[in-house]
């Protein structure tokens, strides 16, 4: 529920210069956990008794109190009331989310979004499931699903099993451990570097980039396993799966989670996001079925080879994303949002409007970031003095 609301939520609630920040932050909270969780089950290596396994259990239940405290405080999502007809409400919630001396610019901002929702009704009619196959949501849908799935098939199974690939490479237990935790650690930094990234270049060169870094290292991964095993091949493998964790934690993670909630429209956000997420876990299912296989010495025992499996699977999403994932950047230098808070264009980007507009145009993947909609002039009390 978290990982498809929370991407959804945060997409619309932010202004738009802070929109793919606040969804990449989406990642570093699962660096955070990862980091967490992986400091606590080195902690248990040496225990032998069952506390071993209840600690880190045990310890899980701590955070549903305090976010559900933070929950409750949440102001509803301006977008989903102004579909459900909510002006008013949606005005409100504008407000909470807007400093004391911008509030008087709150019908603005609502007027905007029924503006955007004015246009994706003439565009699309229905907002069901089905209709997130049909028309020009068809193709958000798809980059939106490939995408999320992406950070599976560039070969997260293999790295984020680090730990057992580690021992199974001849290390002992408990440096595997260790290294796996600064893995996790340098995953976390990545994370957080890839917001410096963002501001400079467009989430389709980040995402084309870092698939092909991961790609080779899986490729030198499996490379190196041929010759037979050494320690210092071992070595070496395990510093690429650390290298390859820093490489997806600044491109197809934090982008995995901005794209899909600038891609879908504002009517199917939510459902398209759902769908997304969903060939993300069944991707994930299928490759925690496998990956074991891959590793155990009792089964197929591939070793480093694993890396020419999760390589040939990095390559094919790069090549769909190199003729099919749209650059959602834009060089917009005008946003309602940016203009109620005051903020400069530091961060240019598209609106969503521009980007129905940009999908309904069917303008071609090489040509989406340059396309000029003709809405940049507009000022917020043209979009207002328009919806009145």
Not at 67 to 72: D, G, K, R, T, V
Not at 172 to 201: D, M, P, Q, V
Not at 226 to 234: F, R, T
């Amino acid at each position: 529920m978290f990982a498809t609301i929370g991407p959804a939520y945060a997409s619309e609630i932010c202004p738009m210069a802070f929109r793919p920040y606040l969804t990449a932050y989406i990642n570093v909270c699962f660096a955070i956990g990862q980091f967490i969780s992986a400091g606590v089950v080195q902690s248990m290596v040496d225990r032998t008794d069952q506390w071993s396994y209840r600690i880190p259990f045990g310890l899980q239940w701590i955070w549903p109190a305090p976010l559900l405290c933070i929950a409750w405080f949440m102001p509803e999502s301006p977008w989903w009331l102004v579909q459900s007809g909510q002006y008013e409400e949606a005005e409100r919630s504008v407000k909470r989310l807007m400093a004391d001396f911008e509030k008087p610019k709150a019908a603005q901002v609502v007027a905007m979004i029924v503006h955007t929702n004015d246009i994706e009704r003439d565009i699309q009619t229905g907002s069901s499931y089905l209709d997130c196959f049909r028309g020009t949501d068809r193709r958000r849908t798809e980059i939106a699903c490939v995408v999320f799935a992406g950070q599976i098939l560039c070969g997260a199974p293999l790295a984020f099993s680090a730990t057992y690939f580690f021992q199974q490479a001849g290390m002992s237990t408990e440096n595997s451990y260790k290294i796996g935790l600064g893995g996790t650690a340098i995953a976390l930094l990545g994370t957080t570097a890839s917001w410096l990234l963002i501001a400079r270049f467009g989430r389709r060169t980040i995402y084309l980039v870092g698939m092909s870094f991961m790609s080779v290292f899986l490729l030198l991964i499996g490379l190196l396993a041929l010759p037979g095993w050494k320690q210092s091949i071992a070595n070496t493998q395990s510093a690429l799966c650390i290298v390859w964790l820093l490489t997806f934690s600044l491109s197809a993670g934090p982008i995995g989670w901005t794209v899909p909630a600038e891609v879908s429209s504002a009517r199917l956000r939510a459902k398209t996001i759902c769908l997304a997420r969903n060939s993300y876990y069944i991707c994930q299912i299928l490759a925690n079925i496998i990956q074991p296989y891959m590793l155990n010495p009792t089964e197929w025992n591939w070793h480093g080879k694993t890396g020419f499996f999760w390589f040939g699977f990095a390559v094919l999403t790069y090549l769909w994303a190199f003729f099919r994932m749209v650059e959602t950047k834009g060089t917009t230098t005008f946003s309602l949002h940016e203009n109620c808070l005051s903020l400069t264009n530091t961060f240019p980007g598209r609106t969503y409007e521009e980007l129905d507009l940009a999908f309904a145009a069917k303008i071609p993947t090489r040509h989406f970031a340059a396309y000029n909609t003709g809405l940049s002039h507009k000022s917020p009390d043209q979009l207002h003095a328009h919806n009145a």
